[in-house]
């Protein structure tokens, strides 16, 4: 009698143990997206710019200018929280895949760091944010589905952008703007971090003309959401 009760339990609990399909992971991506875009994002390390200061040396027009490079800064962290956990989706490679989420969930620092300077600043998010967010997901997918090489060479060269992209902001940052800068920098050093760990992983580089092709958008992304 008891071998018969643990047939049938063994038989039927396959129904309860049902694996996580696709729709199971889109779903959770869409909560996920829901949160980035809430603009909830915490932060798990310290906040680079330390303690808030009531009283920052910026005139009008440069918290202004700080404001649209940071909005910048928060958008390409909104398209790298989408961009990483697509690719991460279509990616059939475990070893890959956990790289790709690790990133994402370091750049989820970078997102509460950028949207806490632009409080301080009084200034706000882009608008366009659920837009960056869905391109920037859709083409993250089409890249996990273009073999682990080359979805790491795709990560591997989005960070090199970025790298250069927060080397440009610190040029041109107010050189009083400390705390901006502190955070510009340590965002830097956490691309370059994220870019050796594709190349390591075995990450291919990417054709030239891909390469030109997100230089391209990329400035119409940085464009826009310097002013809106």
């Known amino acids: 009698m008891s071998g018969a009760s643990s047939s049938a339990a063994a038989s039927a609990a396959p129904g309860f143990l049902r694996r996580r399909?696709?729709?199971?992971n889109l779903l959770g991506e869409v909560d996920r997206a829901l949160q980035v875009l809430s603009n909830n994002a915490h932060a798990g390390r310290?906040?680079?710019?330390?303690?808030?200061?009531?009283?920052?040396?910026l005139s009008a027009q440069e918290k202004r200018h700080a404001a649209g490079l940071m909005r910048v800064n928060h958008v390409g962290e909104?398209?790298?929280?989408?961009?990483?956990?697509?690719?991460?989706?279509?990616?059939?490679?475990?070893s890959a895949r956990a790289l790709l989420r690790d990133a994402a969930a370091e750049e989820v620092d970078h997102l509460a760091w950028c949207?806490?300077?632009?409080?301080?600043?009084?200034?706000?998010v882009s608008l366009f944010n659920p837009l960056w967010y869905a391109g920037s997901f859709a083409l993250g997918l089409a890249?996990?589905?273009?073999g682990v090489p080359r979805n790491l060479g795709f990560m591997a060269e989005t960070e090199r952008q970025v790298e250069a992209h927060l080397e440009s902001h610190l040029k041109i940052l107010p050189d009083q703007d400390v705390r901006s800068r502190n955070v510009v920098e340590q965002m830097k050093q956490d691309e370059?971090?994220?870019?050796?760990?594709?190349?390591?992983?075995?990450?291919t580089p990417l054709p030239l003309p891909i390469r030109g092709a997100m230089r391209a958008l990329s400035r119409v992304m940085t464009t826009t959401a310097y002013w809106i």
């Open 78 to 94: 909104v398209c790298a929280q989408a961009l990483y956990r697509g690719q991460a989706v279509a990616c059939s490679d475990p």
């Open 21 to 24: 399909g696709l729709l199971d």
């Open 192 to 203: 370059i971090n994220h870019r050796v760990s594709a190349e390591r992983a075995g990450a």
């Open 115 to 124: 949207a806490r300077r632009l409080g301080e600043l009084n200034s706000h």
């Open 143 to 146: 890249a996990g589905r273009a």
């Open 46 to 57: 310290a906040y680079p710019a330390g303690a808030e200061v009531a009283d920052e040396p």
